[in-house]
């Protein structure tokens, strides 16, 4: 009974998938492009990685052989598990637990990427923006005695994980993360968020819906 309740709970969170409320008012372009990308369980912000300067963002310097970069946060044994395991999903919602910050560097084109993501969102951001999510997220990382950042693992590809600050739980998710992300950069975003259809309903109302899911 106990499962019979809690895996359908479990599988609502970690695929809701959002009817975005799409503005249709012309869109201008300014400043620097940044991306909000789903693909399954998977949130993260996504940068140019000739956008990033390396004295704001240090670690960019390790994928500069890369297009992009794509960044989340997010319980640290179920996000560095190759596949799905209910029993750690179950760990990381209902326990506060470790967290990491993943790193990826991609190196198909932009539009393949976007492809293969499920929901897409471009958000035009100035300069004292784009430094600001940067910082926070240069604060993320957890740092040892020595200042350095810990690495957790390497994935398949090149993908990084760091430990990261912050502990992870049903009501502190990557949506959270990357909520406070954007608020600390003076979008004033709203940091109450936990679900991805609200993470990216509220992306909506200040970016460019470029896919919508299915």
Not at 91 to 101: E, I, M, R
Not at 154 to 166: L, V
Not at 171 to 176: M, V
């Amino acid at each position: 009974m106990h499962n019979v309740v809690i895996f359908p709970i479990i599988f609502f969170f970690l695929n809701t998938s959002p009817a975005l409320q799409i503005n249709l008012q012309d869109y201008e372009s300014a400043g620097t492009e940044i991306y909000f990308i789903k693909q399954r369980w998977h949130t993260a912000i996504v940068f140019n990685t000739t956008d990033i300067n390396p004295l704001h963002f240090p670690i960019v310097k390790n994928f500069s052989n890369y297009k992009m970069i794509d960044i989340g946060w997010g319980d640290e044994e179920f996000y560095q598990y190759p596949d799905f395991d209910w029993e750690l999903a179950f760990k990381a919602l209902f326990y506060p637990t470790p967290s990491t910050l993943r790193i990826e560097g991609i190196s198909i084109s932009k539009e393949l990427y976007f492809d293969v993501s499920e929901i897409v969102v471009k958000l035009n951001v100035d300069a004292d923006q784009l430094r600001e999510i940067l910082k926070f997220i240069n604060n993320t990382f957890y740092r040892d005695e020595n200042g350095e950042k810990v690495l957790s693992s390497k994935g398949g590809g090149q993908i990084i994980f760091y430990a990261a600050k912050g502990k992870y739980h049903l009501f502190n998710t990557c949506n959270t993360w990357l909520a406070r992300c954007l608020n600390n950069a003076g979008l004033q975003f709203e940091t109450d968020i936990i679900l991805t259809e609200q993470l990216f309903n509220e992306l909506a109302k200040i970016g460019e819906v470029i896919k919508a899911g299915r």
